[in-house]
């Protein structure tokens, strides 16, 4: 597809008519939910809001500067989990990273660093991570100059911060499948191969297929304490990684699939 084509655009959603799909994986992830719990534990498919900090994160963009880029009317989110989604719960020993843990060396300069205070003693925590994750991400962004970065960043296969499945450590691979028009179409029964978005109630039951449904946080806005969510969505997914059947859905294809865009 040309880049010519970015001249084209949904009338509607003032969004170009085409998305960047590429494939994020790697051997663990973890999403912590915002829920409080004893043990950490995961959204199975990766939160919007995080989606576009990996995004953020591949550009180098600054920290809380890039939520109006992927708000709504400004951006489109589709995520399909490529394969099993499967748990493990991992302990692990941790060292604070607040403030008033940090540890900075040397004491005097102008060059110093921050890390946590290696002689603090370890906190055991529980982590539920997803053992070998892999989704596939379209997205659209109505900033061309963004959109067309991002082209670039996947193409050459290059990162401004290394990519990463929820937490640092876990690193990731990112590969780029190619730009794709995007083809709306009106709500419909059909099966859909990306998470279900909004629409959970209308997935229909089929023996021996199960769904799962999360609420996850959904857009962020920058704020004085540094971001706040301003919205969440539900998703439905198959945790097999196969589609659903979705009734009077609102699906768009990209690429020979029916996905829905948050």
Known sequence: MSRQSLASRDSNLGLPETCLSFEIRGPWAHFRRVEGNIVKQTYRIPPRTTVAGIVAAMLGLERDGYYDAFGPGSSRVAIEPVGEL????????????????????????????????????????????????????????????????????????????????????????????????????????????????????????EPEKRVRVERAPGYMAADEGGRTTTDFLSVGYSPAGESLLVADAATAHVDGRRVMFS
């Open 86 to 205: 499967r748990t493990m719960n991992v302990p692990q020993n941790t060292l604070s990273t607040a403030n008033e843990h940090l540890k900075t060396v040397p004491s005097r300069g102008h060059t110093r660093i921050s890390m946590p205070d290696p002689t603090e003693l370890r906190q055991q925590h529980n982590y539920e991570l997803i053992v070998d994750p892999a989704y596939r991400i379209d997205l659209q962004l109505a900033d061309d100059d963004l959109f067309e970065r991002f082209r670039d960043r996947l193409e050459s296969g290059t990162s401004y911060y290394p990519p990463s499945l929820g937490l640092s450590e876990h690193l990731a691979e990112v590969e780029f499948l190619g730009s794709f028009d995007v083809q709306e179409h009106d709500p419909e029964t059909v099966r859909v191969d990306s998470a279900v978005v909004n629409a959970t109630d209308s997935i229909e039951v």
